[in-house]
């Protein structure tokens, strides 16, 4: 008797033994990173079991292929989705991840290979990757055929199935192993600054997520902060420059380069020492050779042209920056026009000047904009005695930069006031023409 019951005894605690081996607590699994996931080793079900429960989901689900495993069938124990997802597809272990609450674990063990670093998220289903769903508390790895998972379901088997069929549903985020991305780095923006003290916006498009950008630039570039995938650059000087991102990314660093070209012209009439001016061998305009200063300049069609009331027409073109010499002749009042097409810098502009007195800028039309008020205000008051007299006649017009005309009008006393608050934000250029002759051209930035 004693025997038999020593027997029993033994026989128990090899049920219980089996029966905790069949699902095991494991820490052996680490994600690529190094951080422990915990994980459960399992027993197999029965044949019989695994035919009956692959018949059950082949009839409720009939859309979805299900891959055979182990013995010819696709059910399992051994390993569920994220098991399947994260382990099995990288590793070739059987295990199964869950959270297990009469075991104290308060967090989905998997989630360790999305917050460690091993995998980055991505905006769209990437191949090779990972999907989880947040709602469904499922994953998968991706197929080259878009829109084709395969997932292990539970208990049940390996299946290949569309991401929206099945008993998973809710929010879907999309995962890469981060070893594997391979970062293509590009500087976006434009190729030139079209006078000192410009700004323009660069970016670092298609960016990954988890990713950051380290802005650097040459010395005649100056930058507004370090503001992460764009950032403002400004023009300090002239020449060549370059702008460079350097992307980081799981501690790996990718830098693309930018190089510019920065040009310094300001309009034909500019202070003392700016590239651009007007400016005559002595310093006056009454000798008789007058300098236009025209470096530096991307290349262009540039025509310059010299108008005056008593002269004729005198035009140059010029496809490059230097120095154009032209002798005025024998009026006094004269208008400077220079304009470019099919150029990176875009250009029309314009100068009043007396030859006698060696004025410049001083005799003309006065233009202003109240960015406030949206107000443009042309003033004649400081035409010349020969303007003035045929002021009339004047024909004002606003152009945007694409040269189509947005508004026209004739001059009627002092001054042509606009409001422009109908008008979009850009730039426009103004000119003021009288007897079939340009005096006048001012750009302005709305």
């Avoid at 508390?137 to 208990?155: C, E, L, R």
């Avoid at 004739?410 to 606009?418: L, R, Y």
Wanted: glycine fraction near 8%.
């Amino acid at each position: 008797m004693n025997k038999l019951i020593f027997f029993f005894v033994i026989c128990i605690v090899a049920i219980q033994s089996i029966k905790a081996q069949c699902h095991e607590m494991m820490y052996d699994i680490y994600t690529p990173n190094g951080s422990l996931v915990i994980t459960f080793l399992n027993c197999e079900y029965s044949f019989q079991d695994r035919v009956r429960i692959d018949s059950t989901y082949a009839h409720n689900f009939p859309e979805a292929i299900q891959i055979p495993t182990y013995n010819g069938l696709s059910s399992s124990d051994k390993f569920n989705c994220h098991g399947y997802a994260w382990i099995k597809v990288e590793q070739y272990i059987d295990r199964w991840i869950e959270m297990d609450c009469t075991l104290g674990m308060t967090e989905h063990p998997e989630i360790a290979y999305m917050t460690d670093g091993s995998y980055t998220e991505v905006s769209q289903e990437t191949y090779p990757g990972k999907v989880y769903w947040l709602d469904g508390d499922h994953s998968a790895i991706t197929t080259s055929q878009p829109g084709i998972v395969i997932s292990k379901w539970g208990n049940g088997p390996l299946m290949q199935h569309a991401l929206n069929y099945g008993q998973f549903g809710g929010a879907i985020k999309y995962y890469v192993k981060t070893s594997s991305i391979s970062v293509s780095v590009s500087v976006s923006g434009p190729s030139s600054f079209c006078s000192i003290g410009s700004s323009a916006t660069y970016s670092v498009p298609n960016l990954p997520a988890g990713a950051t950008v380290t802005w650097s630039n040459s010395s005649n570039l100056s930058k507004s902060g370090n503001t992460g995938s764009s950032q403002v650059f400004t023009s300090n000087g002239v020449g060549s420059a370059w702008i460079d991102a350097t992307v980081t990314i799981n501690g790996n660093n990718t830098t693309a380069r930018k190089n510019v070209s920065l040009y310094g012209f300001k309009g034909i009439y500019s202070q003392s020492g700016e590239t651009g001016n007007l400016s005559s061998s002595n310093g006056l305009l009454n000798s008789s050779q007058v300098t236009v200063n025209m470096n530096p300049l991307p290349s262009g069609n540039y025509v310059w042209s010299l108008e005056s009331f008593s002269d004729p027409v005198l035009t140059w073109n010029q496809n490059s920056g230097g120095t154009l010499t032209f002798t005025p002749g024998t009026g006094s009042n004269y208008s400077f026009y220079v304009s470019t097409e099919n150029s990176p810098c875009p250009l029309e502009e314009s100068v009043y000047f007396n030859k006698a007195s060696g004025c410049i800028g001083c005799e003309g039309c006065l233009m202003s904009y109240n960015s406030n008020t949206n107000i443009l205000e042309i003033s004649f008051n400081s035409l010349n005695t020969q303007a003035r007299n045929v002021k009339e006649s004047y024909t004002v017009q606003l152009s945007d930069i694409s040269g189509n005309l947005v508004k026209t009008g004739k001059s009627s006393g002092e001054t042509v006031s606009w409001n422009l608050s109908s008008l979009r934000k850009g730039i426009y250029i103004v000119s003021v023409r009288g007897q079939n002759k340009q005096i006048y051209s001012k750009t302005f930035i709305k």
